[in-house]
């Protein structure tokens, strides 16, 4: 963050989205980009996540995404993120939290008939466990369950999770139980 502070033009090839003070502005600068590019509104964009099978010091991110950004610090709560299969899938008994792996958060035009997809749920995203007003805005995690199951279970993704984020910033990985 340091490096990028000094010099802005130098883009980091991930981003801690969960060490920033307003992680809306950021992910807002990524539709703008894409808005001014495509020549769309930004009213009718919206941020898709697509979810890799790689944790943050892998060497494929040797270079910034092509499209949108590469981010780190999501952390699934009441669910687990399963790498091999790539969805949500239930969580491991005593594990409150999951670790999501990187993810390329970039710009699509919102659909205009409004459909949404199935195996996806829209699940928000806060920028702390008390959730409320820390709406961030909804990731789309692939999911074998109806997204009905999800909303039930109050499954969400937090981006500050204390001893979490800390631990694999330091490259390693931790079991949260709370």
């Known amino acids: 963050m340091n490096i990028w502070k000094e010099d802005p033009l130098k883009v980091p090839n991930i ?31 919206y941020i898709q996540t697509e979810i890799t099978k790689k944790l943050y010091w892998d060497p494929d991110f040797q270079q910034p995404a092509k499209e949108g950004a590469y981010i780190f610090g999501f952390q699934v709560e009441g669910a687990r993120w399963d ?10 008994p005593k594990k409150q939290f999951s670790v999501v792996p990187v993810v390329n958060c970039r710009s699509l035009p919102i659909a205009a008939d409004g459909r949404e997809e199935k195996n996806i749920y829209q ?11 820390t709406y961030v805005f909804n990731a789309q995690l692939k999911t074998k369950a109806a997204a009905q199951k999800w909303i039930i279970a109050g499954v969400a993704i937090i981006l500050d999770v204390e001893g979490v984020s800390d631990a694999f910033a330091h490259g390693k990985e931790v079991n949260v139980v709370q």
């Open 83 to 92: 790498t091999s299969l790539g969805q949500i899938e239930e969580s491991y």
């Open 15 to 45: 981003i801690f989205v969960n060490r920033l003070f307003n992680p809306n502005s950021f992910l807002t600068a990524i539709k703008q980009i894409y808005a001014r590019e495509k020549q769309q509104e930004l009213n009718k964009l």
């Open 123 to 133: 699940c928000p995203v806060y920028k702390t466990e008390t959730r409320g007003s």
